[in-house]
């Protein structure tokens, strides 16, 4: 084979192999990426494999009076049919999703330790009872849950299925109440409370981020930043018929009157914020005095999902 015709096969070859590239279906911890609709290269493995942050499927419950946790342990609350329940997120930090049952309601417990992001769904009919579980990926820094009838990868921030057979569907938000100990044992005396005894060897005493929320850096990448507040600023995120707004804590301190309120108006909906700076929590109604769904995080991890979010302004 001459020299001229051995380049115009290696050629070949060369573009065949771009060609395969091209079509091959992108896989990350056994999931199909094909057809996501966020940018493949920007989802992340997070370091576990699938399942190495293991889901907690058969949840147990104390009463407030058993619970070992202080009054400025953080919690994650839902009050739901007359049950109130209290998830510690020293628990959570260790396993991020929790199947659980109000009744005969299926609930996803979420957190999200590297956004502060802690939200609750009700899972669509077609993930079934399998429940969720945790990915092992990231996206923009975010976890990415998995239904385990489907196989579809859910970010949580979003939530919206982002690649499987379920793309494009919306996870329906249970209310949920990101405060201390004190304050929600305070609304809820009679609340149940999860237990330490989940099924795993964890020590739930120790905080495997702790120090994370005090340093100006992120573990993985995101696709926008925005620097008018410290990455993690805390923040309360609201999302109104389209619109997105977000009411930084150093911001939303000063803004508010002597009762710790304030009136807003996001996507042509009057509300009214509420602030409680002794339990470092914020929370939204609308007009009538109902709750709406709004979702702290850190600043840095609402506008990367939301770059054109409007943003509570100083008075």
Request: charged share 20%; net charge positive; hydrophobic share 45%.
């Amino acid at each position: 084979m001459n020299r001229r015709r051995l380049l115009l096969v290696l050629a070949a070859l060369v573009s065949l192999g771009r060609a395969g590239a091209a079509v091959a279906e992108p896989v990350l911890n056994g999931f199909d990426l094909a057809g996501a609709s966020v940018p493949v290269h920007a989802i992340e493995r997070g370091g576990p494999l699938r399942d190495g942050i293991p889901a907690i499927d058969r949840p147990r419950f104390v009463g407030a009076a058993l619970a070992r946790l202080t009054d400025d342990d953080r919690v994650l609350g839902i009050a739901l049919g007359g049950i109130a329940r209290a998830y510690p997120v020293r628990i959570l930090n260790w396993h991020e999703v929790l199947n659980d049952r109000f009744g005969t309601r299926a609930i996803v417990v979420t957190y999200c330790p590297l956004c502060g992001t802690g939200m609750a769904f009700e899972p669509p009919g077609e993930a079934g009872s399998a429940g969720f579980g945790v990915s092992g990926l990231l996206y923009n820094s975010d976890v990415l849950l998995y239904d385990r009838a489907t196989q579809s990868l859910w970010s949580q921030i979003l939530s919206t299925a982002v690649s499987g057979r379920l793309k494009g569907t919306v996870l329906p938000p249970v209310l949920l109440t990101h405060t201390s100990w004190a304050d929600w044992r305070r609304r809820h005396p009679a609340t149940e409370v999860l237990s330490t005894e989940t099924g795993f060897e964890r020590d739930y005493a120790r905080d495997p981020y702790a120090g994370y929320d005090r340093v100006q850096q992120l573990m993985f990448d995101v696709q926008h930043r925005d620097e008018r507040f410290p990455l993690k600023e805390w923040v309360l995120g609201l999302r109104v018929n389209g619109a997105a707004k977000a009411y930084p804590f150093s911001v939303l301190e000063p803004a508010v009157d002597r009762a710790g309120e304030l009136n807003d108006t996001v996507g042509g909906q009057r509300l009214r914020i509420r602030y409680d700076r002794a339990h470092r929590t914020a929370e939204a109604f609308d007009a009538q005095g109902r709750p709406l769904a709004g979702t702290m995080a850190f600043w840095f991890a609402w506008v990367a999902f939301h770059p054109r979010t409007e943003v509570l302004r100083a008075p």
